[in-house]
């Protein structure tokens, strides 16, 4: 019990003990008076006035119960005002100390972002040096596939073409722009260690043919019809197609047929151009 409740407890005690030696003491007031003047007033007048100081008292009481009742009131509402203050320290106490936390992410946050700003120049500068070095290389890429042997040449032309149009192409970052320049290296770098065979067309005697290309990496470039009728070679140094007789249809066939993952790898005979002289003689 709060120090307030106690008091207001003890005043209750005292005004308890107070009323009745306050009745006692009006009784022995009432029993004086009546023995001294019997003929002023009857029994039933005194004992009404007794009733009457007695309903007072009682009046007093209830009223002093209400006071009572309004001071408990106050006292817990008290302690509930207290509860809510020692809360909302708690509250700030907290907020404190995520600001604080907060204060250092931002202090970091700003120096990653000073680091960040600092290294975006540097790629600019970086971006300003090797834009001209990415299209000499796009050029050299374009002149190796029109001074190589001409298979999928229309692709591999195409894919010089779209380097060159992103190149052009402000939403593409530097780096990406570098990475498929090389991926475009790496795959021209690739065929030459691969064996393919693709179909296509070729003008042979003034009239489109439909055809099965066989490629053995750089090394040969061999072409037969669908009914095997006509085949040839590709002749790198006269950059012409030469026919071959029918002594290579079988080897072409074989091939084709590696190539396709129809028949395990096996030795076939390639119909490769005969080696120069470092004079050129043959």
């Known amino acids: 019990m709060s120090k307030s409740r106690r008091w207001v407890a003890f005043a209750a005690a005292a005004g308890a003990v107070w009323l009745l030696g306050d009745r006692e003491s ?4 009432a029993q004086p ?3 001294a003047e019997p003929a002023e007033a009857s029994p039933s ?3 009404k006035m007794l009733d009457g100081m007695v309903d007072v008292r009682s009046s ?3 009223e002093a119960a209400e006071v009572q009742k309004r001071i408990d009131g106050v006292s817990d509402e008290t302690d509930d005002l207290l509860s809510q203050y020692r809360t909302t320290l708690k509250q700030i106490d907290d907020i404190d ?3 604080n ?10 120096e990653e972002l000073a680091s960040l700003e600092e290294q975006l120049d540097r790629v600019e500068i970086v971006g300003r040096s090797v834009t001209p070095l990415m299209l000499l290389m796009i050029d050299a890429v374009e ?9 999928l040449i229309e692709e591999r032309r195409q894919r010089v073409a779209d380097l060159r149009k992103m190149m052009g192409r402000p939403d593409v970052t530097t780096a990406e722009k570098f990475r498929q320049i ?3 290296y790496q795959i021209e770098n690739e065929y030459g260690r691969t064996i393919e065979s693709y179909r296509g067309t070729l003008d042979l005697g003034g009239r489109e043919t439909v055809v099965d290309f066989l490629r053995f990496g750089r090394i040969a470039l061999v072409y037969q019809s669908l009914d095997e009728t006509e085949s040839g070679v590709w002749d790198k140094q006269n950059r012409k197609w030469e026919p071959l007789d029918a002594s290579h249809r079988s080897s072409i066939r074989q091939g084709l047929r590696i190539a396709r993952k129809q028949a395990a790898p096996d030795l076939i005979t390639l119909p490769l151009p005969a080696p120069t002289s470092p004079r050129g003689e043959s």
């Open 45 to 47: 007048e005194s004992r």
């Open 60 to 62: 007093g009481n209830e």
């Open 143 to 151: 002149k190796f596939v029109d001074l190589d042997v001409p298979f």
């Open 182 to 184: 090389m991926e475009a």
């Open 97 to 99: 100390l995520y600001n």
């Open 33 to 35: 008076a009546q023995q």
């Open 101 to 110: 936390q907060m204060r250092g992410l931002v202090e970091a946050q700003k």
């Open 26 to 29: 009006l009784a022995q007031e």
